[in-house]
């Protein structure tokens, strides 16, 4: 087994308290609502949303994948660090499990999300370079629709 572990950073105009409000703290609600086509559903099977907390996530009509299982590793409001690991589903395409980190910085009246994906490869299976620059552009679509959707509606997640 090997790790490939990525990093990634985007900038947002929105405030990193609200940006982690809408996105951690309610994205469960919030991206299947504004990128339909990536996520249908998101539903929490076990837990309180906190560390250990099991979540199901139904891809939209518009992605290559059907389902993922995600268990949440971490969620510190006071850092905004969000830790979770996918270790069920087509996403996985023959690897063991992924492991990410996103952490969300103050930056002026901005923000910088930086992400961190480890992808821990099963045997000899590797993950192209590929594959992995087509998560990030998909990672950080979702990232800007969220940040259009904030402009959009400025009295929420205040």
């Known amino acids: ?9 985007v900038h ?4 990193p308290e609200r940006l ?8 469960d609600n919030l991206l299947p609502k504004v990128v339909p086509s990536a996520f249908s559903n998101i539903e929490v099977l076990e837990g309180d949303g906190k560390a250990g907390t ?3 996530i139904t891809f939209g009509e518009g992605s290559s994948y059907k389902t993922s299982k995600h268990v949440i590793d971490e969620v510190d409001e006071e850092n905004k660090v969000f ?3 996918v270790v069920e589903g087509d996403t996985l395409g023959g690897l063991e499990k992924v492991k990410a980190t996103v952490k969300i910085e103050a930056h002026g009246s901005g923000s910088i999300i930086k992400s961190t994906s480890e992808y821990h490869t ?14 990030k552009v998909k990672a950080k679509n979702i ?16």
Do not use: N, W
């Not at 087994?1 to 950073?9: A, C, F, R, S, Y």
């Not at 990232?143 to 929420?156: G, M, N, Q, V």
């Open 12 to 15: 947002s105009a929105i405030a």
């Open 83 to 85: 830790k979770y690991t």
């Open 143 to 158: 990232f800007k629709a969220i940040e259009a959707h904030l402009h959009a509606h400025p009295h929420e997640y205040c």
């Open 54 to 56: 099991v979540k199901l």
């Open 122 to 135: 099963k045997g000899s299976h590797e993950i192209t370079e590929e594959k992995i620059k087509e998560g």
């Open 1 to 9: 087994m090997g790790v490939i572990k990525h990093e990634q950073e």
């Open 20 to 27: 982690f409000k809408a996105f951690v703290l309610d994205g």
